[in-house]
């Protein structure tokens, strides 16, 4: 426990080093006085404070010295950037890569109105790279006609709505602002972000009409203008870099056609920097294809560090559901009564300390630019979270972490093995090598290791068990899907994809491949003529080719009227997401695909996510979710009176984005077969198949 405690204050200090780029004086706190005290004294926020002192969170005892941020430098700075435009003379600035509108205002103190009087161009061009722009004299008039000063004082206004696991990094890094910008502008959010919060990001947003809305739809054989009135309020929204008219239209739920009505610029298609007329209030569907964790970090995902732990955690409620593709059950676990005796889990996570300390570059810098390190932080802060809610379920379970100082090749889990050797259940190390090399070292003492990111096919030990289902694994569940409901499965799939040509002729009898043309097209009187009438058509794509993918959309909607069809594909296909293929269309097919992980609205799983932005001030990522169901998963399972083992064997359970569904493997060994099959529905969200 000594080790555990001495390890998670580095990791503290590791946090808190991130953020100590700023300027920063020392104070001694006196008897008595609390951080929002402190805080008023020198003009900061208690989170400011909390950011380079995160032991504060516990408590303030007398003589304890706080890091405390200064804003003079910061407040010179600005002034140093407004002299030139302040000076009365009118100075050229060079469009830089990633500028707007507003980063260049900002930079000069000056309005949008006196910019684009300056600039009239930029109406119609919008700000581009290597342009030059005058900017004009602070305080100059625009040279055009002059406006009533109520007019004057109004400046265009931007604002955000605050979407599922967005952190404030991440919406400060799309605008190009900074963290205390964005909290300046909304001091509501600087202890937590909530998902729908109405962030300003520039001007003031004006009060919109609260109304009892539903999810407005764009309506078939209606027109844009019509289908555009079920909005009660607009807002102006900027266009971010690499956006598209089919990213737009998934954000806000309109179709192309009715982008360009309410936004006649449109026409000549959608530029970076543009600022639209959008229906206020719409929150995006979750992306297309999350079919698997991903292989690389979030590049925002460096905010989210591990915070000392509070013992907050989820409600967990003893009931039974039917699983969505397999005749099994999904329980969610209890402690079960009577059960006492205490449990041993421990944590292999790889920090890598002494890379860490021996880095000359700096922890901070060390943790910006680790992708690797930056997993293993959010991981781990799921992973704590997991801990948090078993100490308030009063779980029986005592938990050890300690550092695997692993690489894909090397670890020092052998050093360790005495303190596992009476361990119920070990989660990690992360690489596959390393797990393997774990479960032998632990089979004759019969430890259960849970392999907790690794995808490899693992090697036959009876002890090891995979988390994360095999790509052939996630394959099968759909095919075994449309099967069970006796549908017609057809297979449109061009030459290039030859390893999905042979997965199916090996595995997947009585599949039916649509013919292609010499050129290497596909034959749509062939497709057409292989669909049944009266039996659900499943037409599983893979291709990354635009005219082939055109080419099936439309056969498929062409289908239609004579034939049930639904669109299925196997894999993430980055085809889907442009421009040049219909979100609209891929809605009316019903888009079908596996994943490991799901999007819920469950009670749990808001309160998680309530919970995680409470005590990180972020979003959870993707791989700090895996840490936590990962980790509350096996702790359930070690209090149900039985071992690992057997539960794996008998029960199958769902957390908050991931399934557990083991099964014993031929060859020996675990692995997991819980997969999601997804689907668009017609109201634009993601539903799961039953």
């Known amino acids: 426990m000594k080790y555990y405690l001495t390890l998670l204050s580095l990791v503290f200090f590791i946090s808190s080093s991130a953020f100590s780029q700023e300027k920063v004086v020392k104070y001694k706190v006196s008897s008595g006085e609390t951080i929002n005290q402190i805080a008023q004294k020198f003009k900061v926020t208690p989170y400011d404070i909390y950011k380079l002192n995160p032991d504060a969170r516990t408590g303030l005892s007398p003589n304890t010295v706080l890091l405390i941020p200064t804003t003079g430098e910061a407040k010179k700075e600005v002034s140093e950037t407004k002299t030139a435009a302040s000076s009365g003379k009118e100075i050229i600035h060079e469009v830089q890569p990633k500028e707007t509108f507003y980063s260049i205002e900002k930079k000069y103190g000056i309005s949008d109105e006196a910019l684009k009087a300056a600039n009239p161009f930029l109406e119609k061009t919008g700000v581009q790279i290597g342009q030059k722009l005058v900017i004009p004299a602070k305080g100059s008039t625009p040279k055009t006609a002059a406006k009533p000063a109520k007019e004057k004082v109004a400046e265009k206004y931007v604002y955000h709505d605050v979407q599922p696991k967005e952190t404030k990094f991440g919406i400060a890094k799309q605008y190009n602002m900074t963290v205390d910008e964005l909290e300046k502008r909304n001091p509501d959010i600087v202890n937590s972000l909530p998902v729908g919060y109405r962030l300003t990001i520039k001007g003031t947003a004006p009060k919109t009409e609260h109304v009892a809305t539903e999810t407005a739809k764009p309506a078939e054989n209606k027109k844009p203008a019509e289908s555009s009135k079920k909005a009660v309020t607009y807002m ?35 530029k970076e920097g543009m600022v639209l007329k959008v229906p206020a209030g719409y929150i995006a569907p979750a992306p297309i294809i999350a079919a698997q964790v991903p292989t690389e970090k979030p590049a925002d995902s460096s905010v989210n560090k591990p915070v000392e732990s509070t013992g907050s955690g989820i409600k967990i409620v003893d009931k039974v559901k039917s699983t969505e593709n397999e005749n099994a059950e999904i329980v969610e676990l209890t402690k079960k009564r009577g059960v006492n005796e205490r449990k041993k889990v421990v944590l292999l996570l790889p920090f890598n300390m002494a890379k860490i300390q021996s880095d000359t570059s700096g922890t901070a810098n060390r943790i910006k630019n680790d992708k690797f390190l930056n997993m293993t932080l959010d991981f781990y802060s799921g992973a704590l979270m997991a801990i948090d809610s078993a100490k308030t379920l009063k779980l029986p379970i005592d938990v050890a972490i300690y550092d695997s100082q692993e690489t894909k090749t090397t670890s020092n889990v ?15 190390p992360f690489y596959q090598t390393n797990a393997e090399t774990t479960a032998n070292m632990l089979r004759s003492y019969n430890v259960p290791v849970i392999s907790p990111l690794s995808k490899d096919s693992a090697n036959p030990i009876d002890n090891l068990y995979q988390t994360i289902p095999s790509n052939d694994v996630i394959k099968n569940s759909i095919f075994d899907y449309m099967r069970s409901k006796n549908g017609n499965i057809v297979a449109v799939v061009d030459k290039k994809k030859e390893s999905v040509i042979n997965y199916i002729k090996q595995n997947q009898k009585g599949v039916a491949f649509a013919s292609l043309t010499e050129t290497g097209g596909l034959d749509v009187a062939n497709l057409k003529s292989l669909l049944i009438p009266n039996r659900m058509n499943y037409v599983v794509m893979e291709t990354g080719n635009t005219a082939m993918v055109k080419a099936t959309i439309k056969a498929l909607l062409d289908s239609q009227k004579t034939c049930q069809v639904q669109l299925v594909i196997l894999e993430p296909n980055s085809t889907l997401d442009t421009d040049e293929i219909s979100f609209d269309n891929l809605v009316k097919l019903k888009l079908m695909y596996p994943s490991v992980t799901r999007e819920s609205d469950e009670q749990s799983v808001l309160i998680y996510e309530k919970q995680y932005r409470l005590k990180n001030k972020a979003n959870p990522t993707t791989y700090a979710t895996r840490g936590f169901d990962v980790t509350f998963d096996t702790m359930m399972r ?43 529905d017609s109201d634009l969200t993601l539903k799961v198949a039953n």
């Open 414 to 428: 052998v050093g360790l093995t005495p303190k596992l050797q009476d361990a119920d259940a070990v989660i990690g």
């Open 638 to 680: 070690l209090v149900q009176g039985k071992t690992f083992q057997e539960t794996a064997d008998l029960m199958t359970t769902q957390q908050v984005d991931n399934k557990f569904q083991y099964y014993r493997k031929e060859d020996g060994g675990h692995a997991n077969k819980g997969v999601y099959i997804l689907y668009y």
């Open 236 to 270: 102006e929204y900027q266009v971010k870099p690499k956006e598209t008219f089919y990213s737009l239209g998934r954000v806000f739920h309109l179709s192309q056609d009715e982008l360009v009505a309410l936004n006649p610029s449109l026409s000549e298609g959608v």
